[in-house]
């Protein structure tokens, strides 16, 4: 049994929701299909997620929305009419829209994630009514009857391992089942969506407590590149790849695969296979526990933009016990998480993601860590990023990193920072913002396309 997870640009359209069809029925083992909201036709359009946020913003702040809302309906409108279904399913989904801009709006968060969340439901409902008009035995499963069951706020969504039993039973269900993405609910029957592109997670979820013996994540590209296409020209397809390669190259810019999305699958040994909706037939990428690695030490290459560095400055810090702990706890306070602390003998820095950060934040960091840890100086750079050199076999290559600095040397750029994980899995180089591209491109070079690349 397969768990198949349709992404924005694989449903948004009726054409693409009918190769979509083709693909659940060319194979009877693809048995649990998870979709997300309707995402680009084309790529200035803009994803339902996005039209439902602007409509939740309005409605939040007391302003007129019937025409945001009437851009929703548009969209489902256009595929159920292109399916040829009547229109009944347009019905309930304007019902079921106008019930939730009706509802309270006390608490925002929890008002703009029941908008949110109505494009993968929506749209879960109109796939699953198609199914059945073109003769497939389908059904429309809420999560909140399927299991999916979240933890309560403040914390960052994640599925609560009680639900477990209650999804693993999808897997008896007669026919197809058809499961919206990115969203579950609390035990007292809150909503809560995951984050951005949270769709990946609910299929992972459902593959894991199901013991899928795949868990099949449809996109629009015919695999996992080695580097980012827009950037380097034509990368290199990466056919197979291990949980920890793929969770490496999705922290830093693969946007291909949510990076939390790996975690259930990882944990019961689902293999993933990222395929293509509009070519099925291309092998895909597969994601594995374990793989022959063959001869190239680098799998992939990923850079990320949008970091701050905290830079501390201490005498003595080395021998100051806990000093660490109370910087990272005033990080804490603050709600920050961090992502790596390089550190000198009297001085340490944090790397922070700026999605984080704010001015304010940032002043009373400074003011607290010189106040507090009496730091002898204190202070944040914007504008840096992080390029990552990722491979299972990195870790038994000698001189990779000379490579690495010399390839980037040559671009002119200074490194930063430079961090390797314990496992070795990874290499990050800390660059500033505007030598990313060149840096990309000149690392590309240098394991992918010269000859040493493949001895
Ligand atoms: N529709 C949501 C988003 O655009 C979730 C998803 O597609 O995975 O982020």
């Known amino acids: 049994m397969k768990v198949c997870k349709f992404g924005g640009t694989s449903v948004a359209t009726a054409q693409q929701i009918k190769k979509v069809a083709n693909i659940i029925h060319s194979d009877s083992s693809r048995k649990i299909i998870v979709v997300s909201a309707p995402g680009k036709r084309y790529s200035e359009d803009t994803k339902v997620t996005d039209l439902l946020i602007l409509l939740a913003e309005k409605a ?168 980012n296409p827009t950037v380097v020209d ?93 910087l990272l706890e005033i990080l804490e306070d603050e709600e920050i998480p961090f992502e790596h602390t390089p550190s000198g003998i009297d001085n340490m820095s944090v790397i922070i993601r700026d999605t984080f950060l704010t001015e304010e934040k940032e002043a009373r960091i400074v003011r607290r860590v010189k106040e507090e840890l009496d730091a002898d100086d204190a202070y944040f750079r914007q504008d840096y990023s992080m390029v990552v050199l990722v491979g299972e076999r990195m870790r038994d290559t000698t001189g990779l990193t000379a490579r690495a600095a010399s390839a980037i040397a040559k671009t002119g750029a200074s490194i930063q920072m430079i961090n390797q994980g314990s496992t070795e899995v990874s290499l990050v180089f800390g660059i500033h913002r505007k030598d990313e591209t060149p840096v990309l491109r000149a690392l590309y070079e240098e394991f992918f396309q010269t000859a040493v690349a493949h001895v």
Not at 85 to 108: G, Y
Not at 154 to 175: C, F, I, K, S
Not at 284 to 306: F, H, L, Q, S, Y
Not at 308 to 323: A, C, H, R
């Open 60 to 227: 939040l702040i007391g302003q007129d929305t019937e025409s945001e809302l009437q851009q929703v309906l548009t969209r489902y409108h256009e595929i159920s009419e292109g399916l040829g279904l009547n229109d009944s399913i347009n019905k309930v989904i304007e019902k079921d829209l106008r019930q939730r801009l009706a509802l309270d709006k006390q608490d925002p968060i929890l008002f703009m994630d029941i908008l949110k969340a109505s494009g993968e439901d929506n749209n879960a409902k109109l796939i699953a009514a198609y199914l059945q008009s073109v003769g497939m035995e389908a059904a429309y499963v809420c999560p909140r009857d399927g299991g999916l069951l979240v933890n309560e706020r403040p914390q960052r969504v994640q599925a609560l391992p009680e639900g477990e039993t209650l999804l693993a039973d999808l897997r008896n269900r007669n026919g197809i089942v058809v499961f919206p993405g990115f969203f579950g609910y609390t035990k007292d029957g809150t909503l809560r969506t995951f984050n951005r592109g949270g769709s990946d997670i609910t299929g992972s979820l459902l593959a894991a407590a199901t013991r899928a013996e795949l868990y099949e994540n449809f996109t629009d590209v015919d695999s996992v590149f080695s580097a």
């Open 234 to 326: 034509q990368p290199c397809a990466i056919h197979t790849m291990t949980y920890r390669e793929m969770r490496e190259l999705s922290y830093a810019g693969f946007t291909v695969f949510h990076d939390e999305a790996l975690r259930p699958a990882f944990l019961h040994s689902i293999p993933v296979c990222i395929k293509n909706t509009n070519n099925p037939s291309a092998r895909g990428t597969m994601i594995v526990k374990e793989r022959e690695c063959g001869t190239r030490p680098v799998v992939g290459i990923a850079a990320d933009n949008g970091f701050s560095t905290l830079f501390v400055d201490k005498y003595l810090m080395n021998v100051e016990i806990g000093f660490g702990r109370r």
